[in-house]
């Protein structure tokens, strides 16, 4: 395999024809706890702490990006009939996002994220939805059958979308997220990808990770941070550097890399190119409390 280093110039506007792109599954009620540093594990008090609470998730993300690039996703999520879910549909329609809704007879998923000042999160789930959520698959086959691209989040509403998801013939996008490279879950959303993204939070050197999943994807990107990212793709190896940023919250920021990677490769633009955009927009999602931002000019 081939190895390359890129740090390319910067991206034109791309103007993109209207597609159908579905966004499946993920959308919580968050609060970003930021700190510091991580406290030591013992009784402590912590007096430097602010709060921020805010709809969140992986497909929410994805969704908001999409929408930041000038594309009208619809994402489909599960949320409960409390007031969590209400203030999630709400920030959906000051956004403009299009939403397909179930309702979760347990709530709404409810996460509290510590934030470290090096952007660094550890995520509690006080609750994560039901273990099978109902879904309306009636009200969403019309859809996935119409998608060019789906994005796919590992959640549990989207399992019994799969064999449509398979059916549909659209370009799938996972976002694997902290995969291990072992953990029996991910497999099923494994086999219904054209592309993979993963986070380096829960493996050492990635590179025989990406290798594996490039047997099933052909594009696999691993994001590490502050330290950039990496991609295989038809054998060639890619990096490159986080854009300079002044960190605020980095939540939201895969979820912006893998969109601004699909919407830049998408354009005619190569892998290298698609990559340092994405770089750039990730920057943009870390300065500021918003999950993502309404734009990233």
């Excluded at 030591?40 to 908001?64: E, F, M």
């Excluded at 919407?263 to 290298?272: I, N």
């Amino acid at each position: 395999m081939q190895w390359a280093r890129h740090l390319a110039p910067p991206l034109r506007p791309v103007t993109l024809p209207r597609m159908s792109i579905l966004v499946l599954g993920g959308a919580s009620w968050n609060t970003m706890i930021h700190l510091a540093q991580f406290p030591p594990p013992r009784p402590a008090t912590i007096s430097d702490a602010r709060a921020v609470t805010a709809a969140g998730s992986t497909g929410l993300g994805k969704a908001l990006a999409l929408k930041a690039l000038g594309h009208e996703p619809l994402l489909h999520a599960t949320i409960g009939d409390d007031p969590e879910g209400e203030a999630i549909r709400a920030f959906c329609q000051t956004r403009g996002i299009r939403t397909i809704f179930d309702i979760d007879p347990g709530g709404t998923s409810r996460h509290v994220n510590l934030m470290n000042q090096q952007g660094e999160r550890i995520s509690i789930f006080l609750f994560n939805g039901s273990p099978a959520p109902p879904t309306d698959f009636a009200a969403l086959a019309p859809h996935i059958a119409a998608a060019s691209t789906i994005f796919l989040n590992i959640t549990q509403s989207s399992i019994p979308l799969l064999p449509a998801v398979r059916a549909s013939g659209a370009d799938v996008w996972v976002d694997l997220h902290d995969y291990d490279g072992s953990t029996p879950y991910h497999e099923q959303f494994i086999a219904e990808a054209d592309v993979l993204q993963l986070s380096n939070e829960a493996i050492g050197d990635p590179r025989e990770t990406m290798a594996r999943l490039a047997a099933h994807a052909r594009l696999v990107i691993c994001t590490r941070g502050a330290r950039g990212a990496l991609a295989l793709s038809g054998g060639q190896w890619h990096e490159v550097p986080a854009a300079p940023a002044r960190l605020i919250d980095s939540n939201g920021a895969g979820d912006t890399f893998m969109v601004a990677t699909w919407h830049a490769l998408t354009g005619g633009h190569g892998v290298p190119d698609a990559l340092e955009f994405a770089a750039r927009c990730a920057a943009k999602a870390v300065e500021s409390d918003e999950l993502v931002p309404a734009s990233f000019g």
